[in-house]
């Protein structure tokens, strides 16, 4: 019953930006925690950012580089990626915790398709 709808990926150069988006239907979107999560290939699925009504979070890699926002008029979440590293390279999830923020990446209720970031060096 919940979608997640991501757009905006893309390929960029080293050093260039970035904003994804994340439209979601069939929950209460105000109350519900938003993440990011990034996925490389052979690596395991990392955080990234999450926000819920009154708190934000990230990963320590991307701290001062991404910012994650949201609009609840709009039901949408958004990641804003500046200074784009080879290493940020991978497909970006979104997801949808119902109850509140979710402490295991198994937690989390609902993903979105994945977007592909590719940042060319």
């Known amino acids: 019953q919940v979608q997640l709808v991501e757009s905006g990926g893309g390929l960029v150069q080293a050093g260039g930006s970035l904003r994804l988006s994340c439209t979601a239907s069939g929950l209460t979107f105000a109350g519900a925690a938003m993440g990011w999560f990034r996925q490389a290939?052979?690596?395991?699925?990392?955080?990234?950012?999450?926000?819920?009504?009154n708190s934000i979070y990230y990963g320590d890699s991307v701290k001062g580089r991404f910012t994650?926002?949201?609009?609840?008029?709009?039901?949408?979440?958004?990641?804003?990626?500046?200074?784009?590293?080879?290493?940020?390279?991978?497909?970006?999830?979104?997801?949808?915790?119902?109850?509140?923020?979710?402490?295991?990446?198994?937690?989390?209720?609902?993903?979105g398709q994945g977007t592909q970031v590719t940042v060319s060096s």
């Not at 699925?45 to 009504?53: G, L």
């Not at 497909?91 to 990446?105: D, E």
């Open 68 to 111: 994650i926002s949201r609009d609840n008029a709009k039901n949408t979440v958004y990641l804003q990626m500046n200074s784009l590293k080879p290493e940020d390279t991978a497909v970006y999830y979104c997801a949808a915790g119902v109850t509140g923020m979710p402490l295991r990446i198994g937690d989390w209720d609902s993903w």
């Open 41 to 53: 290939p052979g690596k395991e699925r990392e955080f990234v950012a999450a926000i819920t009504r």
